[in-house]
């Protein structure tokens, strides 16, 4: 079956350190999202990616990066810049078509102790 | 300043209808999705409208007025299974989503 892969699933971090979440999708999609998720707010986007070896900042990029080397893999590192890291983050990817729907991968929590 | 808004939370009685409000002012519009997201979950698309008018798919409904900057989903026979939060989420003239925090349906006996 296509779809996205998130792992892992829960992650704890303690202050200062990096973490990186995968993704990986099988859809033969082109592009790549990763979006963060806080209680009462709207999906934030973190980074985008139309095509592979490129990417975009969204619009809370500051202290996070990501890498495009392959078309199936979009891996997110949160830095030890991030201020506050604690959130709900979800990998997304959409296919060439008019509507542009999203396909959502099942989420990685990540809590800073 | 781009904005979605949404009800907070709603309630609904099992069988019943209820309608989702959520209302847009973004630059430029290019369709408006709806989102169903189980808690802890991702989210799953359930409708895109791009014109005028409502489109119905089964116990599920979505309408939009571009004019009024305005959408609903329509759910029909509500189910237990119902109970979730309601994404909204508009492309701009940019083809960037904006989203809107979401409105957390609670359907009871």
């Known amino acids: 079956d296509g779809g996205i892969t998130q792992s892992p699933k829960y992650l704890f971090r303690k202050e200062g350190q990096n973490v990186t979440l995968s993704c990986e999708q099988n859809?033969?999609?082109?592009?790549m999202y990763w979006y963060r998720q806080d209680p009462g707010q709207g999906l934030r986007l973190i980074y985008y990616?139309?095509?592979?070896?490129?990417?975009q900042k969204g619009d809370i990029a500051e202290g996070y990066s990501v890498s495009r080397e392959k078309k199936e893999s979009f891996p997110l590192t949160v830095t030890s810049a991030q201020k506050n890291p604690t959130a709900f983050y979800l990998c997304?990817?959409?296919?060439?078509?008019?509507?542009?729907?999203?396909?959502f991968g099942e989420g990685s929590r990540l809590t800073v102790l | 300043g781009q904005n979605i808004d949404q009800p907070t939370e709603m309630t609904a009685t099992e069988g019943a209808i209820v309608q989702i409000n959520c209302t847009y002012q973004?630059?430029?519009?290019?369709?408006l999705f709806w989102y169903q997201q189980h808690a802890g979950e991702a989210p799953t698309f359930l409708s895109y409208?791009?014109l005028d008018g409502l489109e119905e798919k089964g116990r599920f409904s979505s309408f939009l007025s571009r004019s009024k900057g305005y959408s609903y989903p329509l759910l029909k026979e509500l189910q237990m299974k119902d109970s979730a939060s309601y994404l909204c989420?508009?492309?701009?003239?940019?083809?960037?989503?904006?989203w809107g925090a979401g409105t957390k349906l609670i359907i009871k006996p």
């Open positions: 997304a990817s959409s296919p060439p078509a008019h509507t542009g729907e999203l396909f």
């Open positions: 859809l033969n999609h082109d592009a």
């Open positions: 990616s139309q095509i592979v070896n490129d990417f």
């Open positions: 409208n791009v």
């Open positions: 973004t630059s430029g519009f290019n369709g």
């Open positions: 989420a508009v492309k701009d003239s940019n083809y960037q989503l904006i």
